[in-house]
């Protein structure tokens, strides 16, 4: 048997259509939001199962045969994904309703394949200002009344200028569609529309002069391997390699700095790169602590033989630590590290082209000796 899985929107029981309309009305059992379940008839032979909250551990309860109430496009950042996620055994059949992504697009005349979608429900929205700052247009799925004012800080703190409108109780008799005013008091169902006032604005990171080149930075970032995890960047600077690696895959950075001035620097440059990220102001974090475990690693300042073995040790299979150094002792130190774990040395020596006399000529820079050590699959 298969669990049912019904899409309603805020025009509730008379925006259904007659198919969705009858299997709610031939349910034995049907879970749902409390304002979900509200609009439903009260002739309905149904037992009606509220959420509980958190809602998560309440999907244990979901039985073959019973039927669940979604808000709008039940497989769109909706319970339906989440089902499928947290309850595979489950068989679903999905009856969708219009998504309030559609139904903002349609209100505003954007065409949907040009528009990004963020969700800032139960997660960091922090994506939004990637979209704005490439000038795309994003409608953003709120968790509350109070997601219009977060957003709009989270976009000043970034600096970036964009219009925003916030789209109320879509499709239903108390829609409302407005520009967005500060502590305006808006209903809990909304969506938010963000509209850059310009094109694309480039991102330069923040720095006191300690920021690893944009070509070395490069070929350190292919050599980490980007994904949508965490990175760990021990000896951040300015974060320029660790937040150089999410916005490339979408993913989040630990930053370890030992000088409190820049690792607020780091701060920054994450706010208004748009990345998640959590600072750690310290010579070397305690890898025993609650961070997130992390996908690939970089060292690119304080390498020593403890903390190496220390980041071997947590990575997961496959993962990757990649560690640069300019030093003669850290070069050695990296040598005898690659003899010792594994992986592979590389040399980069790049050279500029500078004024000597009346012409020109090209002055070296120190050489970055680089270890990647990439942990087998077991």
């Known amino acids: 048997m298969t669990v049912v899985v019904v899409g309603i929107g805020a025009d509730g029981w008379s925006g259904l259509t007659e198919g969705s309309r009858q299997e709610l009305q031939r349910a034995r059992v049907i879970h749902g939001a409390p304002r979900q379940l509200q609009y439903l008839p009260a002739d ?31 497989m769109f950042y ?24 559609a139904l903002a697009c349609a209100r505003l005349g954007w065409p949907a394949q040009d528009v990004v979608v963020v969700s800032a429900v139960a997660r960091d929205p922090a994506p939004l200002v990637q979209a ?45 569609v407005r ?32 920021i690893t080149k944009s070509d070395i930075r490069a070929v350190t970032v292919a050599a980490l391997r980007p994904s949508s995890g965490w990175v760990w960047d021990f000896g951040a600077g300015s974060g320029s390699v660790g937040i150089s690696w999410a916005l490339a895959a979408g993913g989040s950075v630990v930053a370890v700095e030992r000088r409190a001035d820049r690792a607020d620097r780091v701060r920054r440059n994450a706010a208004r790169a748009g990345v998640r990220n959590e600072v750690v102001v310290a010579d070397s974090a305690d890898l025993s602590t609650d961070l997130p475990r992390p996908d690939a690693i970089f060292i690119g300042g304080g390498l020593t033989e403890t903390l190496a073995a220390a980041c071997v040790g ?29 992986g592979a040395l590389r040399s980069y020596t790049v050279a500029d082209q500078r004024p000597l006399g009346a012409g020109t000529a090209w002055e070296p820079r120190r050489p970055v000796v680089q270890w990647i050590y990439v942990k087998e699959e077991v």
């Open 78 to 101: 909706g319970i339906g994904a989440t089902l499928t996620r947290h309850r595979p055994d489950l068989v679903l059949r999905v009856l969708p309703h219009l998504s309030s992504f």
């Open 132 to 176: 704005v700052r490439a000038g795309r247009r994003v409608i953003a799925l709120s968790e509350s009344g109070a997601t219009p004012d977060a957003l709009a800080d989270l976009l000043a703190e970034a600096a970036l200028a964009a219009d925003l409108t916030v789209l109320e109780q879509l499709g239903g008799e108390r829609e409302r």
């Open 314 to 342: 947590i990575l997961p299979p496959g993962g990757r630590l990649v560690a640069n150094t300019v030093t003669v002792e850290g070069q050695t130190r990296a040598a005898l590290l690659c003899a010792r774990f594994g």
């Open 179 to 210: 520009p967005w005013h500060r502590g305006a008091g808006v209903d809990d169902l909304n969506v938010v529309a963000v509209e850059p006032r310009a094109g694309a604005v480039p991102f330069e990171f923040e720095h006191d002069g300690q």
């Open 44 to 74: 309905l032979a149904a037992d009606l199962r509220p959420w509980p909250s958190p809602m998560i551990p309440g999907l244990a309860s979901v039985r073959p045969g019973e039927h669940v109430l979604a808000s709008g496009d039940p």
